[in-house]
């Protein structure tokens, strides 16, 4: 009966520390989004000079400035949950439904597009001033939503099989 209640006891004791601890953890992270100055990653006006994202993957060499446009968008769910971080597809192609016929300038999201989707997308991750990614779902810190045209100026990132931007500003087409 005592070893019963000691088992009880001590579920109940780490509960409340899991809760507590996730409960604090959430604080922190509120808090440090309510911290971050939204607007030092908006841009005012669109930069001129943006190329797409096919132009990009071709040209663009590792630490080169670019400025892209780009739509959100090229897989089933583009944003990094929690972080600000999203992948753009080209502006000038369009996903359609799995299993459809996709034409000149669409890409579906089945394995058979995988190539073409490859070289039509990449990573945009939108970054401070310290080079690290910022702990702010993109959606809250750009008020973006997945099909949005983004012009995005920052510096590529360029990996054996990765290609990326880190972006230190983005212009959202209204």
Do not use: W
Not at 8 to 20: P, R
Not at 33 to 51: G, H, M, T, V
């Amino acid at each position: 009966m005592l070893r019963g209640t000691s088992v009880i006891s001590f579920v109940a004791l780490l509960l409340t520390a899991v809760s507590g601890c996730s409960e604090s953890s959430h604080a922190t992270s509120t808090q440090a989004a309510a911290s971050i100055d939204k607007s030092q990653f908006l841009l005012a006006e669109e930069p001129s000079d943006a190329i797409g994202v096919m132009i990009a993957r071709e040209d663009a060499k590792d630490k080169d400035e670019i400025v892209l446009l780009a739509r959100i968008g090229g897989r089933r769910d583009p944003f990094i949950a929690g972080r600000s971080a999203f992948m753009v597809i080209d502006a000038s192609m369009t996903i359609v439904d799995d299993g459809q016929e996709s034409g000149k300038g669409q890409v579906c999201l089945d394995d058979c597009c995988a190539t073409l989707r490859k070289e039509s997308t990449m990573l945009v991750k939108v970054v401070g001033a310290d080079g690290k990614i910022v702990p702010l779902d993109a959606r809250q810190l750009l008020d973006v939503n997945e099909n949005d045209l983004v012009v995005v100026k920052g510096k590529v990132e360029r990996g054996k099989d990765s290609f990326s931007v880190a972006a230190t500003g983005v212009y959202v087409r209204r």
